[in-house]
């Protein structure tokens, strides 16, 4: 009990949750959008793939941020000790496996996406190229992942996503919401991404103006939207989207003020700070609101 526990803990299991939710919203958005034959099987595959997936990143990226943790979370697995760096290794290399062999008796289409994200996991941790490294390299590949990829991914599961526009347009949505956010988590390791070269936004640029340039991230998202409606691209209830759009404006502005009233608190803070927990619970409420405006449409 104890190994699995300590196993649990690497993978973190908190994070598993918005990609898996993002994999099941996606499935109903494409189920919505497309009336296809629903295959609850397919979708529940995808879904702990995805969750599954996200643990190994998570494994092959504290791997690759040794340096890092040892001084920003030396309490972790590895830097505390508790885990070698062998068994961290055997952990990320049945998770990956594992992960792409669930999808890939969906169908090609869903397990070429995992397989694109699954590399660009390997490239924003793994030397030589470690993204993570880069300012906004490393904003960029999570927004992909974690964002747009995400949503096509789930709408695959369900649906082709070669012969539409709308899973493309609607995983830009994510896209745009995590290239800002996601810097919400890099705050409270300035110090340890420092000395590891590891140049995100609150490195180059300090607490203050990197807080203020995320935070469009937390308003045009939800902009995109009615846009979408608009330009006829979104075919989910009208109405029920353009709540979803109001409710999200709303919470985003708040969370705007919440990162910007104090920026000195979210490095102080960390993952303690609102505004990163706000993070995680938009992006959920987002998948989600989303796909009931699809079910109901």
Same mark, same amino acid.
């Not at 994999?23 to 919505?32: A, Q």
């Not at 609101?289 to 079910?295: I, T």
């Given at each position: ?102 999808? @890939?008796? #969906? ?7 995992? %397989?694109? *994200? $699954?590399? =660009? +996991?390997?490239?924003? &941790? !793994? ?15 999570? @927004?992909? #992942? ?7 991914? %789930?709408? *695959? $599961?369900? =649906? +082709?996503?070669?012969? &539409? !526009? ?28 420092? *000395? $590891? ?101």
């Amino acid at each position: 009990m104890r190994s699995i526990n300590l196993y649990w803990n690497f993978g973190r299991p908190f994070t598993l949750i918005p990609p898996m939710v993002g994999i099941f919203s996606g499935s109903l958005i494409g189920y919505g959008a497309t009336h296809v034959h629903f295959a609850p099987l397919h979708v529940l595959l995808a879904v702990l793939a995805a969750g599954v997936l996200n643990a190994a990143s998570n494994g092959i990226n504290q791997i690759c941020d040794f340096k890092n943790d040892s001084i920003n979370k030396p309490h972790r697995p590895l830097p505390s000790g508790r885990m070698t760096h062998r068994q961290a290794w055997v952990f990320v290399t049945v998770t990956y496996f594992v992960a792409l062999a669930m999808v @890939a008796v #969906i169908n090609w289409q869903i397990f070429v996406i995992y %397989g694109v *994200a $699954a590399l =660009a +996991t390997l490239a924003y &941790s !793994v030397p030589p190229v470690r993204l993570k490294r880069s300012t906004w390299g490393s904003n960029i590949i999570i @927004a992909l #992942i974690r964002g747009g990829l995400l949503k096509v991914a %789930g709408w *695959a $599961a369900v =649906a +082709t996503v070669l012969h &539409s !526009v709308e899973p493309w347009y609607i995983g830009s949505i994510y896209v745009v919401f995590l290239l800002g956010a996601t810097t919400t988590k890099d705050f409270a390791d300035i110090e340890g991404d420092r *000395a $590891a070269g590891c140049i995100t936004l609150p490195v180059r640029y300090g607490a203050t103006f990197s807080a203020r340039a995320i935070s469009a991230s937390f308003i045009l998202p939800w902009l995109m939207l009615p846009l979408g409606l608009w330009l006829h691209i979104l075919s989910g209830n009208p109405m029920a989207i353009l709540i979803l759009s109001i409710i999200m404006l709303a919470w985003g502005s708040y969370v705007v003020y919440l990162i910007n009233d104090d920026p000195s608190r979210l490095v102080t803070e960390g993952e303690n700070h609102p505004g990163w927990h706000q993070m995680y619970w938009m992006m959920m409420v987002g998948h989600l609101g989303l796909a009931v405006a699809y079910l109901i449409g």
